[in-house]
Each structure stands twice: as C-alpha cells, then as structure tokens.
C-alpha cells in the first residue's frame, strides 16, 4: 500500500471480464499513473495474469481478484472472461451473474485507503450501489463511439426500429437528417430478448445515476456527437479522454511471438504493404465463410496477416502452403496495436470494434469494415460516411462471397479509392495524436478537468450525485 500511501489521490478501475473491454482501461491506468495517481485495479483470479503482465513495468498499481461466480446456467465452469464463452448469445447470462461478485468486491474495499473515485465497466452495473456505499462517485467506462450512441439513441426516440419498414428499408434520422439507417443496422446480440433487455435495463439505469462517463474517444473525431450527447439535460456528462491506445505503451503479452514483426519487418524490406485482418474475439464466424475469405486472400495476391481463433482453422486443404512466402495465418491474441503500427502494414480487414477502429485511426491504417455483431454496423457506418477512412465489405445477407472480398481486398490496397481513404485516415491519425499530447491535446486536457473537479471541489461532486 505504500504506492497509494505516497499518492496525492486513488482511483479504483474495475474493467469487465473481456480483453477488449480490459485493454482500455489498463491505458487508462498508465494516464494515471504519470498523473502520481495511485491506481487499485479489481479482476478475476482468471483474468489477473493479462493484467499483471500488461502492466508489469508498473509495478505500483495494486491488483486485486475476487472469485467469479460458479454454476451459472449454460455456462461451462471456469470461464471467466467473454473471449472463452462458447457462444456470443451466452453474453446477458454471463452479465448478469457478474452481480454475484459484489459481497467480495465490497469485502475488500472494506481494506482498502481512501478512494477518491472509481471508474467501472458499464457492464458492471452493481459497482455504483458499492460506490454509494463506500462515499466515492462512479464513473462509467464507455467503451463504445459516442456516434453509435446518438444514432441509436435517435433511432430510438423516432421509433424507427418499430416501424413497418422491413430490415433494409432506408430510413432517415430526424435528429441527424444527413444520416440514414436500416434496422439490421442494429444488432439484437442474443437469442434471448428479455435477458438482454434485463441487462440493458439494469446497465442503462445505473449509468444514469453515475457521476459521469469516461469515453474512449476524442472530442475531434466526433464533435456533433459528442456535443449532442452532452446537451442531454439531467444526464452524466460524458468526458472524452482517447483514444486510449495512445497512452504510453500498450499492453503486451508475455513471451510474444517476435516472429510476427520479423515477418512484417521482411515485408517493408521488400516493399511490400500488408493487409492485417482481424475479426476480434467475439465474433463467430462459419466454416464455409472462413473459407470463402481464404479464397478471396488467395486471390488477391496481397500480402496479408490473419489473425484466426483456434476454433476457426478449417482454411481449406493446402491454404497455408499456397500463400507461404506472402502470407501468414497467426492462431493466438496478437498485440494488435502493435501490429497496426508498423509500417508495412496498409490496410486492415476488421469487424468494427471500437477498439479495432480507433487503433487502426491511429496507425493511419484505412479499414475495409466487415462488421458482425453490436453496434458494429453503426461503427462501420461511422468509418465509411462519416470520416471516410475505409469502405465496406459487400455482403449477401450477411455471408461474404470470395469473389466480392477478393474485389474490396484489391480496392484497398491498390485501387484509387484506397489511396483515397489512406490520405484520410493519416490525417484524422495527426489529430489524434495531438488530442492526446501532454498538458495541451484536448483529452489531455479533460482527463485533469475531471480528476480537479472530483478530487479538488467534493462540493460539486455532490451537488452532480444530488
């Protein structure tokens, strides 16, 4: 405890129980840090050795586990993180089970020094009756667009999602007129609508009495939205402090495979550019799709990286050695921003996370968007017609067949419309770093607002919660 005893103030970061959700915070974390902020940082027992890894050249941040819930129906023992369920539509359960945790996660702030504020997942709904408890305030982690949220919130105040239009009618937004959407658009994520509209509900309603909500954005990069979301009367203000991935050096995982950035080091060598495609944890893709973009790589030509999970390894016979020399199939996490840096790589095949955008913005890496599921198609319209920093994959309800990937794969690495999205995207990639620059980019800037106006002024904090 003596890194917190030496501390000016101490914040808890509680980050959900997935890497894409837990990478963001742990580069909040070292934002902190260079701030003299002693940082408390609760998880699994499961899930402690990414983080204590990721940080481990931080060796003040303490890290506490709690157990994880057992027996919760359809979940296999064990797991402890999103990234292992056997199927994405298993999320709301494993959400909702995460309330189990609170006794021990309140057992040990029992023990711990003063607490000047805690930021918590979304997704952890419980931390704020903890937070109220214990007499420190909340703030959520958002780890989504702030264009997402607004779109989805607009669609939803016009009714639209309701209306008799079917999935791929065009409708247009009253409040973003410039802005048109289908219903497919937005993703139902399960199989079960009432458990996932119990977590919402419950997620919804907790972030609504939150002190605020740190968004991993930056104000530049969406200035509408983000002044459209902040106009809202009664609500949490919304603090952009991103993009996170710029903070320091990101997460690495132990013993990572260098054979990866040799390989990339060979390709910009020869003069090769490389496409880096990756379709994060969560998605789940089919047998014959997975091979339909074997296909459309082998056909293209390109030079390309592909990061796989272990599940998805049906390549096609003889796949692998017919690409040998100009491309590699990768069946392990990858640090991807690590990757998205390096120069050779020019292009990126993505799902459209948040976090996969926003790396791929800030590598100056221009995206060919495939999205899959969430708020994804929301994020992939956002990159396509509202930065234009890539384009979008054709799909046929939804299944990509390889002759249109093989025609997108070839645009973005060598077409006209790809060299016109690379001269966007290193453009917005120069502003964000600026966002981020010590004591003068605006996220910066906003982060020291939010820890004076908690720490410094306790009045105001109070009169917000009141």
């Keep these: 405890m003596s890194a917190i005893n030496d501390s000016q103030y101490h914040v808890v970061l509680f980050p959900f129980m997935s890497k894409g959700h837990t990478i963001p915070l742990l580069y909040l974390a070292r934002l902190l840090l260079r701030r003299n902020i002693a940082v408390t940082i609760f998880t699994t027992p499961a899930n402690r050795p990414f983080i204590a890894n990721s940080l481990r050249e931080n060796s003040s941040v303490s890290i506490i586990d709690i157990p994880f ?4 129906p359809e979940i296999p023992p064990g797991i402890e993180s999103t990234d292992k369920l056997p199927s994405i539509s298993l999320f709301p359960q494993f959400g909702l089970s995460t309330k189990k945790m609170q006794p021990y996660f309140e057992s040990e702030l029992e023990r711990l020094p003063r607490v000047d504020f805690m930021v918590s997942d979304g997704f952890l709904w419980w931390t704020l009756d903890s937070a ?4 420190f305030p909340r703030l959520v982690f958002f780890g989504m667009s702030i264009y ?3 779109v989805s919130r607009a669609a939803f105040e016009d009714k639209l999602l309701f209306g008799p239009e079917s999935d791929t009618d065009p409708i247009t937004l009253t409040r973003f007129p410039w802005i048109r959407v289908t219903k497919r658009g937005f993703d139902r994520l399960t199989t079960d609508p009432k458990t996932l509209a119990d977590f919402k509900m419950l997620t919804n309603g907790s972030m609504l009495k939150s002190y605020g909500v740190v968004m991993n954005t930056f104000y530049e990069l969406e200035p509408v939205f983000v002044d459209d979301y902040n106009s809202r009367h009664g609500e949490p203000k919304g603090w952009c402090v991103g993009p996170l991935c710029l903070a320091d050096d990101g997460p690495e995982k132990p013993n990572k495979p260098n054979w990866i950035l040799d390989w990339l080091d060979q390709k910009l060598e020869q003069g090769r550019s490389v496409l880096y495609i990756a379709f994060g944890s969560q998605a789940e893709i089919s047998t014959d799709q997975i091979k339909e973009i074997a296909i459309g790589l082998e056909k293209s030509g390109v030079d390309f990286l592909w990061v796989i999970r272990k599940s998805e390894a049906e390549l096609g016979e003889g796949f692998e050695e017919r ?5 590699i199939v990768v069946r392990d996490w990858v640090n991807q921003w690590e990757i998205l840096e390096h120069q050779s790589v020019q292009g990126f095949l993505s799902h459209c996370g948040w976090n996969s955008v926003l790396e791929g913005i800030c590598a100056g890496v221009p995206i060919l968007a495939w999205p899959m599921m969430a708020e994804q198609p929301l994020n992939a319209k956002m990159v396509v017609e509202e930065i234009k920093v890539g384009f979008r994959v054709e799909t046929s309800d939804g299944f990509v067949k390889w002759e249109r990937l093989e025609k997108m794969v070839k645009e973005l690495m060598e077409g006209e419309m790809g060299k016109e999205v690379r001269k966007n995207v290193k453009v917005i990639a120069d ?10 980019g605006s996220s910066w800037k906003t982060l020291d607002l939010l820890i004076q106006e908690i720490c410094d002024c306790p009045n105001k904090v109070a009169e917000v919660l009141n």
């Design 69 to 72: 819930p057992e027996n919760i």
């Design 132 to 135: 109220n408890k214990f007499g």
């Design 148 to 150: 997402s949220s607004c």
């Design 323 to 327: 690409v040998k020399g100009r491309g």
């Design 431 to 440: 502003t964000a770093e600026k966002a981020m620059e010590e004591n003068s």
